[in-house]
C-alpha cells in the first residue's frame, strides 16, 4: 500500500519569499503524483500532476514541482509566494484508482 | 461542464440521527469517491463505487457508515445513529474509468455538525 509524508505541518513566510513544501512517498509500482490546495472553507483545487515525461512539472498560479525518483519525492516550490497563497496543501499519491494524502502542510503567507 | 456537486453543502444533526450525504459526478465520469477530513488532519479515504457496485471500502467504518451509487441518481454516503466524531468534512471525488493517467476531481465538500 502506498503511504504519503509531508515534512511540515505549518509553513510561516512572508510575502515575496519563496516557498518549498517536502513530499515523499512510499509504492512499488508507477506512480502518479498530485499536488491540490485547499483554500480556507473550500474545496480541493488540482495544482499540479505528475503521471511521466519531464520531472519538472508546472502547475497553475506560479507553482512547480519536482519528481525524483531516486529519493521519492515530489516536492512543490513556487519562487515567490502571495498572501493569496495562504491555505492547505496536500501531496497525494495514485495507484489505479485510489489516491492517498499526506497530512497536508498549513502554510500561511504574512503581508 | 458541471463539476463534482455535493449537498447540502452544511449539515447539523443532533446524535442518534441520520445524516445522508449526496454526490453528482461530473459528466462522463462513472467512478466515484467519498473522503473524510477530520478536523487538523488530512483526508483519509472511505470507499471507491462505480454505478451500482462497491469496489473498495476499505476506509469505511464498520458500522453506521454505507455507500450507495445506483444506476440513475447521484451517490449517497449514509451515516446511521450519528455521534460528534461524525463531525467533519466528506469530500466526493469523481474521474473517468479507471486509469493511471486520470485525474480525480473534488466536489466542495458537505460539512457534518453532530450537535
Known amino acids: 500500500a502506498q503511504s504519503v509524508s509531508q515534512h511540515n505541518h505549518h509553513v510561516i513566510l512572508s510575502e515575496a519569499a519563496s516557498l518549498e513544501l517536502g513530499c515523499n512517498y512510499s509504492?512499488?509500482?508507477?506512480?502518479?503524483l498530485f499536488w491540490y490546495v485547499q483554500y480556507p472553507g473550500q474545496h480541493l483545487q488540482l495544482l499540479l500532476k505528475?503521471?511521466?515525461?519531464?520531472?519538472l512539472v508546472k502547475g497553475i498560479k506560479g507553482f512547480e514541482a519536482e519528481f525524483i525518483k531516486s529519493k521519492f519525492s515530489f516536492n512543490l516550490r513556487k519562487p515567490s509566494v502571495q498572501w493569496s497563497d495562504t491555505a492547505e496543501y496536500f501531496c497525494?499519491?495514485?495507484?489505479?484508482?485510489?489516491?492517498?494524502f499526506g497530512a497536508g502542510t498549513t502554510v500561511t503567507v504574512r503581508a | 461542464n458541471a463539476g463534482v456537486m455535493q449537498n447540502p453543502r452544511h449539515l447539523v444533526r443532533r446524535r442518534g440521527q441520520e445524516a445522508r450525504l449526496r454526490c453528482s459526478p461530473m459528466?462522463?465520469?462513472?467512478?466515484v469517491y467519498w473522503y473524510r477530513q477530520l478536523p487538523e488532519e488530512g483526508l483519509k479515504f472511505m470507499v471507491y463505487?462505480?454505478?451500482?457496485?462497491?469496489?473498495?471500502e476499505s476506509g469505511m467504518p464498520k458500522e453506521r457508515f454505507s455507500a450507495e451509487f445506483p444506476k440513475e441518481g447521484p451517490s449517497i454516503l449514509r451515516i446511521q445513529q450519528v455521534v460528534r466524531g461524525d463531525s467533519a468534512a466528506y469530500f466526493c471525488?469523481?474521474?473517468?474509468?479507471?486509469?493511471?493517467?486520470?485525474?480525480?476531481?473534488f466536489g466542495e465538500g458537505s460539512w457534518l455538525t453532530v450537535v
Open positions: 463505487l462505480q454505478k451500482e457496485n462497491i469496489i473498495d
Open positions: 509504492y512499488g509500482g508507477t506512480v502518479n
Open positions: 459528466k462522463g465520469h462513472s467512478h
Open positions: 497525494a499519491v495514485k495507484d489505479d484508482y485510489k489516491l492517498s
Open positions: 505528475y503521471f511521466s515525461g519531464d520531472p
Open positions: 471525488a469523481s474521474s473517468p474509468p479507471v486509469g493511471p493517467g486520470n485525474t480525480i476531481y
